[in-house]
């Protein structure tokens, strides 16, 4: 158990309280008591000894989840103290995984004596494609089988599905106003939506953001949608929607900023800075977990995600520097991407690294975050004094 652990004296009954997951901890209510008058905390320290907590899964394990009963005696075979904090079992039943579980857990996951998650038969569609979205994001079994058990589709990945009806929806709208669908960028009127970034307009804060429901033409809405889908679908199942609409908005962000500071005189479209912040990030955690990874054929996956984002990222580059269709405003700039893998491969790969731990516990986590919002504030010291300073010739608003 971690100093943090044993700094935790608090009795069960207050934990429990305290907790306030009343049907979360249902389980935990029954298998281990809650009162130290029962002989199991006598000295009322917040601690249980492993040789009783094993007495009580053998009494009352019939009434847990086989996943979770199974990591649960594998936590009592890992704890090398020979006791287990109450706390840290409240917050495991209510799936509110903390540090010192997953020190505790790390040996005792190699010792899961049940089957693989992958070998279970009789599951219905729905389960097996959970079984199916826990192998594609998740290292080890352990957690793919607490999330197997965990997750009941409520609520749904609802973030990246709104964000997608929502770009599909305003390009349709753009498309049949400016009667094109390919290369909508060619049209006098595109850049005049209240949507896309341009630097003429930069005080319009929003369009920092907003510019991620514009593209340039079906071809460039079709591959981010499918990146957008593919991976942010999956990965907000298992890590939520708070998580992944932080990485997503905070590679949206970076990628406006970039272009800012860097292609001073380019407007900005497309969602690709937070598609390849998501992109970016899933594809570093499986590099890093690569032995731990069960997916099918993850390396020609992983080959055909780099290719789709190289594509779309040489589409963006030689638009970028194709003759602009109404000089002396050039296209759109292909740095934003850049802005996005920057985070994915920073902020983003603490979080997908973090299953179900407290991310304002991970001390790396702040280290990137912090980094981030330096460079956020001096991008916006950069719009605000360096066009100024540098006397550059940002064409006129459209």
């Not at 009795?11 to 209510?29: D, K, T």
């Not at 049949?176 to 970034?197: A, E, G, K, T, W």
């Not at 190289?310 to 000089?327: C, D, H, I, N």
Request: net charge negative; proline share 6%.
């Amino acid at each position: 158990m971690t100093a943090a652990g044993r700094d935790a004296h608090v009795s069960p009954a207050v934990a429990a309280h305290a907790e306030g997951e009343e049907i979360e901890v249902l389980e935990s209510s029954e298998v281990l008591p809650a009162a130290p008058e029962d002989g199991y905390d006598p000295e009322d320290s917040g601690f249980i000894s492993t040789e009783r907590f094993r007495d009580l899964l053998a009494t009352h394990g019939s009434e847990l989840d086989p996943h979770k009963l199974e990591v649960l005696l594998a936590l009592a075979d890992g704890n090398a103290d020979g006791k287990i904090c109450y706390q840290d079992f409240v917050n495991l039943m209510s799936n509110k995984r903390s540090n010192s579980f997953r020190r505790a857990i790390l040996q005792g996951s190699r010792q899961l004596k049940g089957c693989s998650l992958s070998e279970e038969p009789g599951l219905g569609l729905s389960q097996r494609f959970v079984r199916h979205v826990a192998y594609e994001t998740l290292p080890r079994e352990v957690d793919r089988k607490w999330y197997f058990d965990s997750y009941t589709y409520c609520p749904p990945p609802w973030f990246i599905l709104a964000v997608t009806i929502a770009e599909v929806a305003v390009f349709m709208y753009y498309g049949f106003q400016l009667d094109r669908l390919v290369l909508q960028v060619s049209s006098p009127s595109f850049l005049r939506s209240p949507l896309p970034y341009h630097p003429q307009l930069r005080a319009q804060a929003w369009r920092y953001v907003s510019y991620i429901f514009m593209h340039t033409g079906i071809e460039h809405l079709g591959l981010n949608m499918a990146m957008q889908l593919l991976v942010g679908v999956p990965l907000e199942m298992v890590h939520g929607a708070l998580r992944i609409g932080l990485v997503y908005v905070c590679g949206v962000l970076a990628g406006s900023l970039a272009v800012s500071v860097t292609d001073m005189t380019a407007p900005v479209v497309g969602s690709s800075g937070g598609v390849y912040a998501l992109v970016s990030a899933h594809l570093a955690n499986v590099v890093m977990n690569w032995s731990g990874m069960k997916c099918q054929f993850k390396l020609f996956r992983m080959a055909m995600a780099l290719v789709c984002m190289s594509v779309e990222f040489g589409r963006a580059v030689w638009l970028r520097f194709y003759p602009p269709a109404f000089p002396p405003c050039p296209n759109p700039s292909f740095v934003a991407h850049l802005g996005g893998v920057a985070v994915g491969l920073t902020l983003g790969v603490v979080v997908l690294q973090n299953y179900e731990q407290r991310l304002q516990e991970q001390s790396l986590f702040w280290i990137f975050f912090c980094v981030y919002t330096l460079f956020v504030l001096c991008a916006v010291f950069w719009n605000v004094f360096a066009y100024g300073l540098l006397d550059v010739r940002i064409p006129p608003a459209p």
